[in-house]
């Protein structure tokens, strides 16, 4: 099963709290501003994700939603 991992940049306040709680250490606050003038947080390591969630559950700006893939069957043949 496939998860994707998306964070909304302009919903992002650079509060942290994401980065604190990851048990991976994935998340890292950008040097870049966003449209809020905050540093966002963003995927550093996005392949160390084990789509826990706890990000998700502890931003207080559900700037962090986590969705599963589905993914295309192929047709049955008739
Ligand atoms: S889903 Fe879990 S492992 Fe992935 S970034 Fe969020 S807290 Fe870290
Ligand atoms: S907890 Fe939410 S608002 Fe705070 S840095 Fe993480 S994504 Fe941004």
């Given at each position: 099963?496939?998860?994707?991992?998306?964070?909304?940049?302009?919903?992002?306040?650079?509060?942290?709290?994401?980065?604190?709680?990851?048990?991976?250490?994935?998340?890292?606050?950008?040097?870049?501003?966003?449209?809020?003038s905050?540093?966002?947080?963003?995927?550093?390591?996005?392949?160390?994700c084990?789509?826990?969630?706890?990000?998700?559950?502890?931003?207080?700006?559900?700037?962090?939603?986590i969705?599963?893939?589905?993914?295309?069957?192929?047709?049955?043949?008739?």
């Open positions: 099963m496939a998860y994707k991992h998306y964070i909304d940049n302009n919903r992002c306040k650079g509060c942290g709290l994401c980065v604190s709680v990851c048990p991976k250490k994935v998340l890292e606050l950008s040097s870049e501003i966003n449209t809020k905050y540093f966002p947080v963003y995927q550093a390591r996005p392949e160390d084990i789509f826990c969630a706890t990000c998700c559950i502890m931003c207080p700006d559900v700037a962090i939603t969705t599963e893939e589905i993914e295309d069957k192929p047709k049955q043949p008739v």
